[in-house]
């Protein structure tokens, strides 16, 4: 139970300091210009809360505590690339799909962007959780 709290935190601290970072870089030149006229005029706070507690919950069952067990930080980056862009993909193009107006320059910035968040989460936080235990270990 330690091991599977001390992933999450490692990679939602990862997840949620990368992805604030490009999403204050990005939102106005890519997000706002494509998206404009179908964005809400403010954030929904609830709503992405819940979306990062369950992606970082998957992020650290389906990749993290795999990674761990393997010993093995490619693990973590190669399948979370991989998750990530799944994810990313199925947001992306169901709303390519459906919403009049949606970007395909935002499909591709954002798939891109969700599988090397996801990769750099589920490796930082494979990082942090080794980093962790090793010191725990000397003590």
Aim: aromatic fraction near 12%; proline fraction near 2%; hydrophobic fraction near 55%.
């Amino acid at each position: 139970m330690k091991t599977f709290a001390t992933t999450y935190l490692a990679t939602a601290f990862v997840m949620l300091g990368l992805d604030s970072l490009w999403l204050t870089l990005t939102s106005g030149q890519l997000y706002h210009t494509q998206l404009g006229a179908i964005l809400l005029p403010e954030f929904a706070v609830l709503p992405a809360s819940v979306f990062y507690l369950i992606y970082v919950l998957g992020l650290v069952v389906l990749v993290g505590l795999p990674a761990l067990t393997a010993g093995n930080w490619r693990y973590a980056a190669t399948r979370g690339g991989m998750l990530g862009c799944c994810a990313y993909a199925t947001y992306d193009l169901t709303n390519q799909a459906t919403l009049k107006g949606w970007s395909t320059v935002v499909t591709l910035a954002d798939m891109a962007w969700g599988t090397a968040l996801s990769a750099a989460a589920a490796t930082g936080a494979y990082v942090i959780v080794r980093a962790v235990s090793a010191r725990a270990k000397r003590r």
